[in-house]
């Protein structure tokens, strides 16, 4: 299997700030990676596809980046409704995926 | 927008057998791989596995002696079915909604989650 692994587990930020969240994976999985947003007793919902492709309807302020085994989602300006925990997923190759998650908190 | 809807048994003894149903309303239900993942209470995502509409499956080796997944066509819902269950067992369980690539034979990314049923396993 493909490990995920994310960097940081935790990170506390303040509203207006720039945050990126890194996500390694164990093989090459090319561009072939998502990120979801997860907020507490709610579905992930999915932010970012095929590494950089933003979904339909996601505020701009989220892009996502990288290729082979290092990616990096970007939140420009962070805003209240962004805390949360995020997750990446490879589906490079079965079975698919995820990190163990990055918990966005307030500083 | 696709509307996903699970159901199932929330509380099982251990040796049960898990089983979840989940129903697509509004959305074009043959395109699509359905998959089921879970999350254990306080902790991260994993994939059971998947179905497309001609009934090709594709199970996570870590639970693949355990696992059935079916589709009923007829009704646009999948199921999900777990034996002999253990507490390591309890978790989340999500149903969801998976694009093919564009060879239009393998599943991508999750797209379209349903709301997640607890199911908890203990004697």
């Known amino acids: 299997d493909i490990q995920m692994t994310q960097s940081p587990s935790t990170l506390s930020a303040s509203v207006g700030d720039r945050v990126t969240i890194t996500c390694r994976a164990s093989?090459?999985?090319?561009?072939?990676l998502a990120w979801y947003q997860q907020k507490p007793g709610k579905a992930p919902k999915l932010l970012i596809f095929?590494?950089?492709s933003l979904e339909s309807g996601v505020p701009s302020r989220f892009s996502g980046s990288g290729s082979g085994t290092e990616f990096t989602l970007t939140i420009s300006s962070l805003q209240p409704d962004d805390f949360a925990t995020y997750y990446c997923q490879q589906y490079d190759s079965y079975p698919w995926t995820f990190g163990q998650g990055t918990k966005v908190e307030v500083k | 927008q696709v509307q996903l809807q699970q159901w199932g048994a929330g509380l099982l003894k251990p040796s049960e057998t898990l089983s979840l149903t989940c129903v697509g309303y509004g959305g074009y239900f043959s395109g699509y791989y359905w998959s089921w993942i879970r999350q254990p209470p306080g902790k991260g995502l994993e994939w059971i596995g998947e179905?497309?509409?001609?009934?090709?499956?594709n199970y996570n080796p870590s639970l693949k002696s355990r696992v059935t997944i079916s589709v009923d066509t007829s009704k646009n819902q999948v199921s999900l079915n777990l034996s002999s269950v253990t507490a390591a067992d309890t978790a989340v369980y999500y149903c969801?909604?998976?694009?093919?690539?564009?060879?239009?034979?393998?599943?991508?990314?999750?797209?379209?989650w349903g709301q997640g049923t607890l199911v908890s396993v203990s004697s």
């Open positions: 969801a909604r998976t694009p093919y690539d564009s060879s239009g034979f393998y599943s991508t990314f999750i797209d379209n």
């Open positions: 179905i497309n509409y001609s009934g090709r499956t």
């Open positions: 095929r590494a950089s």
């Open positions: 093989q090459s999985i090319t561009v072939w």
